[in-house]
C-alpha cells in the first residue's frame, strides 16, 4: 500500500521511503508499503502590488518563513518604487513570479529597488528661461530658477544649470 507525502528533496513520482526497505529479502506476498514523492510543497508567492510596498527584508523573511530559501537578490532603478523596496520576484529568466504559485525549491531572484538612477542633466542654456523650466522639468527635475547679471545673454534667457548640462544627476 502506498501513501503520498511532498519531498524538497525527491522528485515527484519517486519513493520517498518503503518497508520493507530496498534490498531486504520479504516473503512471497508480503505487504510492501511506500511513499511516494509529490515533489516540493507549492505556494502562492506575493503579487506586485503587495510586494512594491514591502522592504527586501521585511519579503525575504515572509519568503523565508513560506519555506522559499532559494533567494539571490539584484537591484534595478525605479521612479515609481521606493529604495529598498522590492520591485518584483523573477525566475533566472526574467521572468515574473509574483502572484504565481510555484514550488518552494524554486530559485527566485528578489529585484529591488535601488531609487530613481542617475539621468543626463539636458543642456539648456541659450532657451529662454520658461524653455529651460520645462526642458527640466520635463527630465524629472525640479527647478529653481535665480536670477544673474551675463552681458553676453540676454535678459530672461538660461545661463547655465547646477549641475551642468550632460552631468549625470539622481
Known amino acids: 500500500s502506498g501513501d503520498a507525502a511532498s519531498s524538497t528533496t525527491v522528485p515527484a513520482g519517486q519513493i520517498i521511503t518503503q518497508n520493507p526497505p530496498s534490498g531486504a529479502t520479504a516473503t512471497s506476498g508480503a505487504q510492501i508499503s511506500y511513499c511516494l514523492s509529490t515533489g516540493a510543497t507549492q505556494k502562492t508567492l506575493p503579487s506586485v502590488s503587495a510586494l512594491n510596498g514591502n522592504t527586501k527584508q521585511t519579503v525575504e523573511q515572509g519568503l523565508n518563513a513560506a519555506g522559499f530559501n532559494n533567494l539571490q537578490e539584484s537591484d534595478q532603478t525605479s521612479t515609481t518604487v521606493p529604495a529598498?523596496?522590492?520591485?518584483?520576484?523573477?525566475d533566472s529568466n526574467g521572468k515574473s513570479l509574483a502572484g504565481q504559485t510555484v514550488p518552494v525549491?524554486?530559485?527566485i531572484t528578489v529585484v529591488v529597488s535601488?531609487?530613481?538612477?542617475?539621468?543626463?542633466?539636458p543642456p539648456v542654456v541659450g532657451q529662454t528661461c520658461t524653455q529651460a523650466e520645462q526642458t527640466l522639468q520635463g527630465a524629472g527635475f525640479q527647478t529653481t530658477t535665480?536670477?544673474?547679471?551675463?552681458?553676453?545673454?540676454?535678459?530672461?534667457?538660461?545661463?547655465g544649470t547646477d549641475p551642468g548640462g550632460n552631468a549625470q544627476a539622481g
Open 84 to 90: 529598498n523596496n522590492v520591485i518584483d520576484l523573477q
Open 105 to 107: 525549491t524554486t530559485a
Open 114 to 121: 535601488s531609487g530613481p538612477g542617475n539621468v543626463t542633466v
Open 146 to 159: 535665480v536670477s544673474q547679471f551675463d552681458n553676453t545673454v540676454q535678459p530672461n534667457y538660461a545661463i
